[in-house]
Nanobody, 125 residues
Framework: QVQLVESGGGLVQAGDSLRLSCAAS????????VGWFRQAPGKEREFVAV???????TLYAVSVKGRFTISRDNANTVYLQMNNLKPEDTARYYC???????????????????WGQGTQVTVSS
């Protein structure tokens, strides 16, 4: 069992930066790919970024590529650095762990097994 807790969200202005953290319990967290997803009111949950088990592979949604960076430390934390935030980035952000050992990290929410409760990011114009 893995428990995930997100933090770092908040209310910022367009152009500002935030760093989200996803802290995990469980000794096997480093064995899982970890993704960030977001969901705005009235919209479906969408993929944002994912990092492989080793940290050697990262994938990003087109809408955030070049502005967001996903990383993980040697312990149990995955980060999402978000720069040059835009009002359209406003959403609740979730981290999730994928226990499947795929060669390429999954970008579909249905493939993820453990989810956190999310942290709200609001970007004003």
């Amino acid at each position: 069992q893995v428990q995930l807790v997100e933090s770092g969200g908040g209310l910022v202005q367009a152009g500002d930066s935030l760093r989200l953290s996803c802290a995990a319990s469980g000794r096997t967290f480093s064995s899982y790919a970890v993704g960030w997803f977001r969901q705005a009111p009235g919209k479906e949950r969408e993929f944002v970024a994912v990092i492989s088990r080793s940290g050697g592979t990262t994938l990003y949604a087109v809408s955030v590529k070049g502005r967001f960076t996903i990383s993980r430390d040697n312990a149990n934390t995955v980060y999402l650095q978000m720069n040059n935030l835009k009002p359209e980035d406003t959403a609740r952000y979730y981290c999730a762990a994928d226990t499947a050992r795929a060669l390429v990290p999954d970008t579909s929410a249905k493939d993820y097994d453990y989810w956190g409760q999310g942290t709200q990011v609001t970007v004003s114009s």
